[in-house]
């Protein structure tokens, strides 16, 4: 059985709908056993070494309008990138690719990181090897910045706001890493061709 370490649920997003979404892609996958942390314990529970870790939390605490407070100190982020160079296993899920310091050894590691996203509508995610189509959702478009030099592209976006990259999964030291962007809400987080996406990801993290 994989032990896998998750730590979701911000300002923008409730814990409950992204522990409901995850549990059911993770019974999927198979062979994965679920435990989750808040963000004080990661440093410790990383020393532990799980086989995954997965994030859907954005980095600051506080709400838009208040004074900066991020989680993710200096001391965690060099614990991340060494878990994961060390042999671990990274999914920054959607908001896992929020708010990090762009010159940070996270999104260093990452190869990519959230810039905007426009009002909800409909988007459309396809593969990236081909153009078919996996899955329409009304969901959040996040526009991102990738170093798609450094990693592989596997799903794309595009809406009516424009296009962008969704999914893109690299090694790095001994680890792997994967970032995937959708979803935000209950219903695109159930959504059956998401949670087939979820778990086929899953499976590659743990490969």
Known sequence: MKQVVALVGDYWHAEDMIREALDKAAEAAGGIALAYVEHGELKDRLSEGPDAVVLFKQNPLNAPDEPFVPWMTPEIEEAIVRYVEGGGRWLAWHTGTAGYDRDGAYVKMLRGRFLHHPPMGEVTYVRASDGA?????????????????????????????????????????????????????REALLDPRFQALLAERLRWLLA
């Open 133 to 185: 189509e996996v899955m329409t959702l009304y969901d959040e478009h996040y526009f991102v910045e990738v170093d798609e030099a450094g990693t592989n592209v596997f799903l794309r976006s595009r809406s009516a706001a424009g296009e962008s990259m969704a999914g893109w999964e690299h090694a790095c030291g001994r680890g792997r890493v994967c970032c995937l962007t959708p979803a935000h809400a």
